[in-house]
Structures are given as structure tokens and as C-alpha cells.
């Protein structure tokens, strides 16, 4: 299933992937795309802070990967931030083993995720944020590629969202 979402503002893209968040189980892969300023690491933000990492979050581009302690009920222990911009090959992105450290978990949220969306393993959900009509007006559409996350709980967690 897919929903397609708007927001006004960064706040709002924040506070949606909190929402986000509260659906995530260990294993789970936020498969994010969209340009530069479009929005990726505003989500992932939100959705760390829905998870309850009290680290700053912020674009891991040099590293390719960040680690940030968590802190729910969900037993979800770490997230994972990866940030492929600076992705050479697909063989740069299977050394980070994201697919193995979720597997053993964490859940990660992967920007550029779409230039390798098929290395974090079977259980992903696909972001794709683009422009809208006014500056900070965002278009997201979530794909739900998971089946720990029910396309019934994503519309009553996000169905608010759907304009
Ligand atoms: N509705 C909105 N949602 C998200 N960000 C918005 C929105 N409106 C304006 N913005 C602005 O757009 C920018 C988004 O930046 P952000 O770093 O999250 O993008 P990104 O997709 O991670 O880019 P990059 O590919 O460079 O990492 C911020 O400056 C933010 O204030
Ligand atoms: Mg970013």
C-alpha cells in the first residue's frame, strides 16, 4: 500500500516521522529518496526522536553511517542512520551491513536509500519526498514493503496526513 502524504512545513515532516516511528519494530528498513533539501534527514529527526534517541541527528554523509543509542518500548535498541550521497558502489554499501545489524535489532532509515534499496533485506518501507507547489511544501509517499507493519496500522497511524 502506499499513502501519499502532505506537509506544510519542517516541523510537520518532522512530527510525521515520529508518527512513523511508533510503527517501527526491530528489523524494519526506512528506505528514503528524494533530492537535495527535500526533506530526508528532517524525517529522520522526527522518527528519532519518536524512537527515543536523545543524540543529534544530522546528515552521517562523511561516514556513510551513524549509530545512535535508543530508548522505547518497542525493544528497538539502536537506529541506524546511513546517508548513501556518498555511496561509490553497491559494494561500499553491503560493507555497512545495515541488512545484518537489523536483522540483530536495529532499525535504520537509509538516505539515497534508492540508489541500493535492495541490500537492507526484506522487511523496508519506502519514502520518496519531493517539492511541492510552495517552499516548504513536501510531497511524501510511504510504501509499505514490510509484513511486520500492517497497511491497516499505517493508515490509522498516517491516514491524518493524507490530504
Ligand atoms: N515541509 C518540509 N519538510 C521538510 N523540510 C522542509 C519543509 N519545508 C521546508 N523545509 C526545509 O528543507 C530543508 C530540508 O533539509 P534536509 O536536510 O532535511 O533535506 P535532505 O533531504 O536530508 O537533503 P540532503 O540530500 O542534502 O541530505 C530544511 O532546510 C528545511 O527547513
Ligand atoms: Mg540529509
Known amino acids: 500500500m502506499t499513502l501519499t502524504l502532505t506537509t506544510t512545513s519542517v516541523e510537520q ?7 512513523l516511528a511508533s510503527l517501527l519494530v526491530p528489523g524494519v528498513v526506512v528506505v528514503a529518496a528524494g533530492g537535495l533539501g527535500a526533506g530526508k534527514t528532517a524525517m529522520a529527526q522526527g522518527l528519532a526522536s519518536g524512537l527515543g534517541v536523545t543524540d543529534r541527528v544530522t546528515s552521517p554523509t562523511f561516514t556513510l ?4 543509542d535508543a530508548h522505547n ?12 550521497y556518498r555511496a561509490h558502489s553497491g ?6 551491513a545495515i541488512g545484518e545489524m ?8 537509509v538516505e539515497w536509500g534508492d540508489r541500493a534499496p535492495d541490500v537492507f533485506g526484506s522487511e523496508r518501507v519506502f519514502v520518496t519526498i519531493t517539492q511541492g507547489q510552495d517552499q516548504d511544501e513536501r510531497t511524501i509517499s510511504i510504501a509499505n514493503h514490510s509484513t511486520v507493519i500492517t497497511d491497516q496500522d499505517l493508515h490509522r497511524v498516517l491516514g491524518a496526513w493524507v490530504r
Open 65 to 68: 553511517l551513524a549509530s545512535h
Open 91 to 96: 559494494e561500499e554499501v553491503d560493507d555497512l
Open 73 to 84: 518500548e518497542r525493544g528497538i535498541r539502536t537506529m541506524l542512520h546511513a546517508d548513501l
Open 102 to 109: 537489523v536483522e540483530s535489532g536495529a532499525v535504520c532509515f
Open 13 to 19: 515532516t518532522r512530527t510525521l516521522g515520529t508518527a
